[in-house]
């Protein structure tokens, strides 16, 4: 199945580039390119892209802005593309506010090209780009500076069973299934079908969200 990608950055080489590296992948269809955060809006509408690399600073609409657009579409709307969030900062708060818009995560722009190919591949098969230590570095550091909304997620929380629990607290500190699997004994698919039930009690689009609100909960805390 080919893969639809736009790419939203203000660097003209920028685009280029990336273009040029998915285009060559034969299953991916890189189906457009915009300039800034507002025109990447329109693009997307148009396009119907399966996966927006989206730059966070841009004129015009910044990447955050664009993503919340794409994410939290208005009413009629009802196409809404993964978005991958590019940055030349590996702690940046916009990414941080990105991630609890619904991005799907987040690749630094000097990453080697085999890293944005297979970025593109795990955000179009619905998983989050949670792996690189900085990801959860970044929100860590963010998650300090916010006080956890406690007392807004408690009874959220509640409604997980004590294993679901035990399963979102690996998925914040950045475990992978098969690293779940093997912390609680249990078989992959069984991890995964945890993971779903996670996201669904506390409507979570993926696991980016996830980390979001367990770190915002006090289910995990930074350091930990």
């Known amino acids: 199945m080919t893969t639809r990608v736009i790419i939203v950055d203000d ?7 990336f273009a040029a590296l998915l285009a060559a992948q034969s299953d991916i269809d890189v189906v457009g390119e915009a300039p800034d955060g507002a025109q990447g809006v329109e693009l997307s509408r148009r396009t119907h892209p399966d996966v927006v690399l989206m730059d966070v600073r841009m004129p015009e609409m910044d990447g955050l802005e664009a993503a919340r657009r794409l994410l939290e579409p208005v009413p009629g709307v009802t ?8 940055t030349t900062f590996d702690v940046d708060d916009y990414v941080y506010e990105a991630l609890r818009a619904g991005a799907s995560g987040f690749l630094l722009k000097d990453a080697p090209p085999a890293d944005l190919i297979a ?3 795990v955000v179009a098969s619905g998983d989050a780009l949670l792996a690189p230590s900085v990801t959860r570095r ?8 916010r006080p956890a909304v406690r007392g807004k997620h408690a009874l959220r929380l509640k409604g997980l069973t004590e294993r679901e629990t035990e399963v979102l607290t690996l998925v914040a500190r950045g475990q992978s299934n098969g690293e779940i699997a093997q912390t609680l004994v ?9 993971v779903s039930r996670v996201l669904t009690k ?16 006090g289910l995990v805390a930074p350091g930990e």
């Not at 593309?81 to 590019?86: A, E, G, I």
């Not at 249990?186 to 945890?194: D, M, P």
């Not at 506390?202 to 915002?216: G, I, N």
């Open 11 to 17: 660097q003209a080489m920028v685009r280029a580039g």
């Open 186 to 194: 249990l078989a992959e698919q069984t991890v995964k079908t945890h």
């Open 138 to 145: 970044l929100i860590a550091d963010f998650a300090k500076q």
């Open 79 to 86: 196409h809404r593309p993964r978005v991958l969030m590019l």
């Open 202 to 217: 506390l409507d979570l689009r993926d696991r980016a969200q996830a980390v979001v609100f367990a770190y915002e909960s």
């Open 119 to 121: 970025a593109v591949h």
